[in-house]
């Protein structure tokens, strides 16, 4: 490397780090030593105690204070000359717009989520920034690089979507220990401590329930003074007895499928629950309420162990009426959160029971949390790994040695001798509908879908646009803004409640659609095609959005309909790798001449230092030829 | 299961990690006794990882005091004068440590770690010489293998760009996950995939590799090596064998030194009947020169010693047989069995 050159780029460089996590400590530490003297660096997020396993810039001191904050304060306790400007902001905010990005040399990510690196891609895209991209999981470490024009934009190749699970899965015919989390979290979670006035599918019956439910809402409504262990009971009785019956009643549901057991609390549980009853009063004077816990009541210690029918039982039982004794306040406004203990206690006791009942393998309260709450396994080596691998990327982008830019996989067992495999990146795909414009197509029933849906769905959620606009033709159907007065704002809601055939600029077979983000700069062509049915187990949304070309997924398929377990239900947050499986595509330097003098006595041709990443079934099977 | 169990405070604290290698790795951890001696940019992250995972002591010994070298890539260091005035790496290093987790005991051993005897090596679990010299790299790992307890040696040496690491584990037994599509499934998908595979505990296999000592795996003849090897094996071997003759420490050579390095390449090679493109001369060049190491390259070498130590410890995962190259300029990082075997 010639160091004087790489030096002054390296001083003159004016960065921009998103994400002051596991990643983002690493990460920060090492721009530092490798001589950057200005790094800005943007994360929403506060201090937690599991955060220090890893993030090692933070101490226990500084739980609850803001990461970015306390990362630069560190940092610059070793680098004092150096300027770290930190926002603690999230960096979907519009002050974080093209011209804000427009100031950076390179941009590097240390995020864990796929909204927001869809965003930042974009932005990058616009302000013509690269963009060093990462993400790390237990052993398991990526980056990559994003040049506008010379290389993929990160939504070239198709980052698969959260796993949604369809509604019947969840309230009646689970088989997986997740669609039960889901269950305990998003239905009877919600149903008993959540807002009430939410839908909740967690009564979705069959056909002949009839009048009945009237009197299944009365059954999680608690009377004033009714005894708490009663209650439980009764809730207990409903939704793992009463429910399952009544969806046994349905003949035709469970032709090809294992019959759920009825489970019943007088068969699992004593008559009389005064032991419990007695500490959970004895505890009323001095338990302070965030650390109450059924567990400890029980006497369980340990969150690796395994329940029986049982203790799940008794978990639910007494964290139900550990909410109603002393989190009486809370009730109707919690959602869940993994590190509220006694709705993880809840959560997984009452996940178990149902497993329990639908023949599902139990897990323990460790386990059932990390599904829950989508927790993501993490250690600080490969973070620190990938930060160096950033930090070389970075340093590439800033000489502009093209021809050197790496995606670089960092692997758990060698792969052709390799634990680090860097591979040329691929060019643009010029059927991405982010970085090349490809019109997209929805095929979506026109009569029966409303505005909100395509908004939600599609708008947000698959295209990932944060303020977004949509247009038919001439006519502002929808936006998102500050500066909107009254009347715009009622009619865009009035729109989004209508059919998109009953909108003033009726929406129908064949029309086109403009759906912007002007943050992002990004415009994308919707042509809309009408479809009267859609199969509700594998088009649960309704929808399609379709036209861009996927990369051909190799051995894709069975990774995301795997049966993992740690998947996550209807909302995902997921892990924080990021790009996925690269396939067979034109590789950069195909194009460019061979203009890389190569030592005489360095043998090896291109094809032994790059690896091309193939069908992973492929190179498996070659692995073991060559062993 | 293995003694007690993890303290509450533990298992918060662990949280995350316990749950890419499991609690039972985690207590292991926390009783093991890690020795480093050497301490420059990749031992300060390789130490930085270790206390990070919770092991149960560290013990630094470098009585280098602190200078503008080190202060450079050794991120543990405050750069302020009245901190670090007289005392040694080892000292200074071992405040900061403590500092990144208080529930791991780091302490400094003072003097010559060649000249410490036997018995002293029976404390430790495992032991890391950076930047050593060829003598105290064998004499050390000649003493490990007496002991009867079964102490993991390891080496590491990063110069310019590049580094390398060595891995003696003796005869070491293991289990391990025998899935190989897993890791093939770059994306969000292969951590859910891996995690699953977590679970099933019942496909665990059992497996046995039988390690070379250091002296073995720097001996080995060239010419039965495969070509394909990673060229800094060889090049480090000459590196070697050049600050031994000449009495110098790591690190201390310059541009003026290439002639006698290419010398002693070229009798090298000559004694292995091999050519002399076998060493490719840049290398040598880059590695001479580059006595500063490269941050981000510290950052990676660091990470993959301290995730060996973790697997040695905790006795899970295939570990690295026997050295890992990695080298900045190609962005490979590559595992070497070397051995006598390829003479057999």
């Known amino acids: 490397m010639d160091t004087q050159q790489q030096q002054s780029s390296i001083q003159g460089a004016k960065v921009l780090m998103v994400g002051a996590g ?16 200005d790094i800005h660096i943007i994360d929403m997020d506060t201090i937690e105690v599991s955060n220090l396993n890893r993030q090692f810039l933070f101490r226990r001191s500084h739980v609850g204070q803001s990461k970015a904050k306390v990362a630069r304060d560190a940092v610059l306790r070793f680098r004092p000359h150096i300027n770290i400007r930190s926002y603690h902001a999230n960096v979907k905010n519009p002050e974080f717009d093209v011209d804000f990005f427009k100031q950076f040399d390179v941009v590097l990510n240390g995020l864990d989520n796929l909204d927001a690196r869809r965003h930042v891609n974009r932005l990058c895209l616009a302000a013509d920034v690269p963009l060093v991209e990462s993400g790390t999981t ?159 009541l029980l006497g369980l210690k340990n969150p690796q162990e395994l329940w029986g029918l049982t203790q799940n039982s008794l978990v639910f039982i007494e964290a139900l009426k550990l909410f109603f004794a002393k989190r009486k306040k809370e009730i109707g406004h919690l959602t869940f959160d993994k590190d509220d203990q006694l709705a993880v206690e809840f959560v997984t006791a009452a996940a178990n029971i149902r497993a329990e009942s639908f023949g599902i393998p139990l897990h323990s309260l460790f386990e059932a949390k990390g599904i829950a709450g989508n927790i993501v396994h993490a250690v600080a080596t490969t973070n620190a790994i990938v930060a160096g691998l950033i930090v070389i990327e970075a340093i590439k982008v800033l000489k502009k040695d093209a021809d050197k830019y790496r995606m670089t996989y960092c692997l758990e067992h060698p792969s052709r001798k390799m634990l680090l495999m860097p591979v040329e990146p691929f060019e643009p795909n010029p059927a991405c509908y982010v970085c090349s414009k490809t019109p997209l197509v929805l095929e979506i029933n026109t009569r029966k879908s409303k505005l909100r849906d395509l908004v939600d769905k599609i708008v947000t959620a698959k295209l990932g646009m944060n303020l977004p606009l949509v247009m038919h033709g001439a006519s502002l159907l929808y936006e998102v803004g500050d500066d909107l007065d009254a009347i715009m704002v009622a009619n865009y809601n009035a729109n989004l409640e209508k059919s998109l055939s009953e909108l003033p600029s009726p929406v129908i077979n064949g029309s086109i659609l403009t759906v912007e983000d002007l943050q992002q700069e990004l415009s994308c062509k919707i042509n809309v095609k009408h479809r009267e049915e859609f199969d509700e187990e594998k088009e649960p949304e309704g929808m399609v959005l379709s036209g861009w070309t996927q990369s051909p997924a190799t051995n894709g398929e069975s990774a995301s309909t795997s049966n993992n377990e740690n998947e996550k239900a209807v909302d995902v947050t997921e892990s924080s790798s990021g790009p996925e499986m690269a396939s067979k595509k034109r590789r950069l330097s195909e194009t460019q001449p061979e203009n890389d003098k190569k030592e005489t006595e360095n043998v090896e041709s291109d094809d032994d230092e790059l690896m091309e990443i193939e069908n992973p079934v492929m190179v498996s099977k070659k692995k073991k030829r060559v062993e | ?70 202060l450079n890539a050794n991120f543990l ?97 293991y289990t391990k996950v025998p899935c190989m599509m897993l890791q093939f499934c770059m994306s969000i998908l292969t951590s859910l995939l891996w995690n699953f595979q977590q679970k099933k505990l019942e496909e665990k296999v059992e497996c046995e590799l039988n390690f070379p000592s250091f002296q073995e795996a720097v001996s080995v003849p060239w010419k039965p090596i495969p070509r394909r090897t990673a060229k800094l094996y060889f090049a480090m071997r000459v590196i070697e064998v050049f600050e031994e003759n000449e009495g110098r420490k790591h690190g201390q050579c310059s ?53 060996e130590v973790i697997k040695a410890v905790s006795g899970k995962g295939e570990p690295l047989n026997n050295f890992f190259y990695y080298d900045a300029q190609d962005g490979k990082g590559v595992m070497e069995n070397i051995s006598n075997s390829f003479t057999s």
């Open chain 2, 255 to 307: 541009l003026l030194d290439l002639p006698t390095v290419l010398e002693i390449k070229k009798k090298l090679c000559e004694a292995n009947t091999v050519s002399e493109s076998h060493v490719p001369d840049s290398l040598l060049e880059r590695l001479i020169t580059g006595t500063i190491e490269f941050p981000p390259a510290c950052a990676i070498v660091g990470g993959i010693l301290a995730q």
């Open chain 1, 22 to 37: 596991g990643i983002g400590c690493e990460l920060l530490k090492t721009l530092a030593l490798s001589g950057f003297q």
């Open chain 1, 138 to 296: 237990g052993f398991l470490g990526q980056v990559t690089v994003h040049v506008k024009g010379k290389t993929e934009c990160y939504e070239c190749q198709t980052k698969p979507a959260p796993k949604t699970y369809p509604v019947c899965t969840i309230t009646s015919t689970p088989t997986k220990f997740v669609h039960c989390i889901v269950w305990a979290k998003d239905l009877l979670f919600a149903k008993l401590f959540g807002d009430k006035n939410q839908d909740n599918d967690l009564n979705v019956r069959a056909n002949n329930a009839a009048s009945s439910s009237k009197e299944t809402e009365d059954v999680f409504e608690r009377a004033e003074d009714e005894d708490i262990d009663q209650y439980g009971r009764k809730i207990y009785d409903h939704v793992f007895g009463y429910n399952i019956e009544a969806a046994l009643s349905n003949e035709e549901t469970w032709k090809n499928r294992r019959r759920p057991r009825p489970i019943y609390s007088k068969e699992v549980l004593p008559e009389c629950m005064s032991q419990q009853n007695g500490s959970t009063q004895n505890c009323s004077a001095t338990d302070d309420d965030s650390t109450v816990s059924a567990m400890p």
């Open chain 2, 77 to 173: 260091i405050p750069p302020d004068e009245n901190a670090y005035r007289g005392k040694t790496v080892a000292e200074i290093c071992c405040d900061s440590l403590k500092d990144f987790n208080p529930m791991v005991l780091v302490s400094v051993e003072k003097g010559d770690l060649s000249a410490r005897s036997t018995e002293f090596f029976e404390k430790f679990d495992v032991v890391v010489i950076g930047y050593g010299s060829l003598a105290t790299k064998k004499a050390v790992n000649e003493k490990c293998r007496k002991l009867s307890k079964r102490v993991a040696f390891y080496t590491v040496d990063c110069r310019d760009s590049c580094g390398e690491i060595f891995v003696d584990l003796q005869d070491y037994k």
């Open chain 2, 1 to 70: 299961m293995d003694g007690e169990e993890l303290t509450e405070q533990e298992t918060a604290l662990y949280d995350r990690q316990i749950r890419v290698w499991g609690a039972n790795a985690q207590r292991r951890l926390t009783k093991s006794h890690i020795l480093v001696s050497g301490i420059k940019g990749t031992v300060a992250e390789f130490c930085k990882n270790i206390v990070l995972a919770g092991v149960g002591s560290v013990t630094l010994m470098d009585d280098s005091l602190v200078n503008e070298e080190a």
